[in-house]
């Protein structure tokens, strides 16, 4: 009860957060590797890039102690962004990779959460004053980047005399600390957009009350997926096979402390617009990019936060690899005895997990339901079965393409 009253204290006074810059770093598939990064107050670099004037917008907000290119750890946003801009997608996406780093990096959490409301209305008046319609956009949180998401959609709807809100939010394991209980303008909700799914995963780091329209649960949402009980063996993919000399470690060593030429990451048009960082956080890129470190914290966080991550895991799956089905259902215990009923689920409306949810039947997506479905404990995260009628889907229209462009047997 104490614990409560501490709580409904802290959302009752304002909360406090510092005036950081927000920065968005702009790809597309003209453009897939390497970003234009664009300060949240330019409001003209947007329009020089014509290929940014018509795209669909996928909007992707990291979390809490995160940043938008990550060397500690997963970097799930370049995954991601990588997904959606391969030939196997077929729109012509823009993918913005929101980057607010020094806000999401603050110590005290209430002050964190504070600041996703600044980068949340620097994210609406940047999208306002570069006059971009908002129906382009789909805004994907992880953790309290999910509730960037929702701040920012609120903040443009108020801009807009509450005309227009984002086209849809997807929440990836929205943030629960601090914000469970909260109400529903202090947190994502599917007031926030025309349509906002969200992917439950965890009890310890992620929101288990509803936030959507359609709130999706694998294996139950409750930090129960397979793969999860024990730390994972981290591979580094450029050693694997191989013996690295001695005199190679040495110049790692030697270049993470004395080189000063730049990093792959910080190739942009501009180096004005990019952030400028103090010496201690060019110290951290540099130690994160020591592999046997890198693999060590890799380890540590795919443990702790295991469940948490395996939201992101599941959308990126989900966007080239697997149809992830779920079923409506009332609970998870329902879901496991076969006791769910809904007679609007077939091969072609079902409900589906992740980055096609918008596909699935508009009951759902106007709706406020529940859905759940199992997963398997590795990647891709789905069964072999679901994943080749994928692929053979994909194959399928691929052939037909072909076939349109060869010219046709004569007699």
Not at 106 to 113: L, M, S
Not at 219 to 224: I, M, N, P
Request: hydrophobic content about 35%; some cysteine; overall charge positive.
């Amino acid at each position: 009860m104490r614990w409560y009253f501490l709580f409904v204290c802290v959302f009752t006074l304002k909360i406090q957060a510092v005036e950081y810059d927000t920065y968005f770093h702009v790809f597309s598939k003209s453009n897939p590797d390497k970003p234009v990064t664009i300060h949240w107050g330019d409001a003209k670099k947007w329009e020089q890039h014509k290929a940014f004037r018509t795209c669909p917008i996928k909007l992707i907000a990291h979390g809490y102690a995160e940043r938008w290119n990550m060397d500690w750890r997963w970097d799930w946003v370049k995954d991601m962004k990588d997904e959606m801009l391969s030939n196997k997608t077929q729109e012509n996406l823009c993918v913005v990779a929101i980057d607010w780093e020094k806000g999401a990096r603050e110590a005290n959490f209430i002050t964190a959460v504070g600041n996703a409301d600044v980068a949340g209305r620097h994210l609406a008046e940047f999208i306002q004053d570069n006059h971009i319609e908002p129906k382009r956009l789909h805004c994907i949180g992880f953790s309290l980047g999910a509730h960037l998401c929702a701040f920012a959609s609120s903040q443009y709807f108020r801009l807009t005399n509450k005309t227009t809100k984002f086209a849809r939010i997807t929440g990836l394991d929205p943030s629960g600390p601090l914000l469970r209980k909260a109400s529903v303008d202090k947190r994502l909700s599917r007031d926030d957009a025309d349509f906002v799914d969200s992917i439950h995963t965890s009890t310890t780091f992620g929101l288990q009350e509803k936030s959507g329209h359609m709130d999706f649960f694998p294996d139950g949402g409750k930090s129960s997926a397979k793969g999860c009980e024990k730390l994972i063996e981290i591979k580094d993919e450029e050693e694997e096979g191989e013996v690295v000399a001695a005199s190679e470690k040495h110049h790692r060593v030697k270049r993470l402390f004395f080189n000063k030429n730049k990093t792959k990451n910080s190739t942009n048009d501009d180096d004005d617009d990019v952030p400028k960082k103090n010496f201690v956080e060019k110290l951290r890129d540099r130690i994160g990019r020591v592999r046997p470190l890198k693999k060590v914290f890799l380890n540590i966080h795919a443990y702790i936060g295991c469940n948490h991550l395996r939201s992101p895991h599941y959308y990126i799956s989900s966007i080239n690899h697997c149809q992830f089905r779920a079923q409506s259902c009332l609970s998870w215990s329902d879901y496991s005895a076969k006791k769910c009923v809904d007679s609007i689920d077939n091969n072609s409306t079902y409900p589906r997990m992740g980055f096609y949810a918008e596909k699935s039947d508009a009951t759902y997506r106007r709706g406020n339901g529940s859905f759940y479905l199992k997963t398997t404990s590795q990647k891709p995260y789905c069964s072999p079965t679901t994943t080749s009628s994928l692929v053979k889907k994909q194959t399928s229209k691929l052939k037909k393409k072909l076939m349109k462009l060869l010219p046709q047997r004569v007699g």
